[in-house]
């Protein structure tokens, strides 16, 4: 009875994530061009690609490239906007405490060779919460850090979501 549970679950599908790929398999190498930038915001195009890259290099065997001709599949994205509110206020000095950024972008992935679509999101959304000093004399302007990280949290989920087909 055991052996026969277990031939059923065997042939499921089942895998632990990050573990397996969606892409096919004739893929070997992924062009990653700089994502073009449609904000008012310096060279955040620059931190989300180079997350990106540096995410496929840690996660995947694919070789990583930048030129479009040299990649089997071509990962193109635009930053189409990036916000910045207050999330927070100190209810004391009425100052604000807490921002929040989001980053909204086009993602897509195609064979370089066939043009076929293999991955795309025309509204990929992320969000990264910062914090602001109250010590005016010691502020440090906690914005790059918190693009750092949203670039990192991007990289992440768009990787997965490319890898694992989601």
Known sequence: MLALIALVFAGCGYHVGGQGTALPANLHTIAIPAFVNKTSRYRVEQKLTGAVIREFLARSL????????????????EVTSLESVVAVFDSTTGRATSMLVTVHMKVWMVERETKKEIYRNDNFVFRQPYAI???????????????????RDFAS???????EKF
Request: net charge negative.
């Open 157 to 163: 989920q768009l990787v997965a979501a490319i890898l």
């Open 62 to 77: 694919y070789h990583v490239v930048s030129d479009p001709s040299a990649g089997d599949a071509v990962l193109n994205g």
């Open 133 to 151: 000093s109250s010590d005016v004399p010691n502020f440090f302007d906690e914005q790059n850090p918190a693009l750092d990280r949203l670039s």
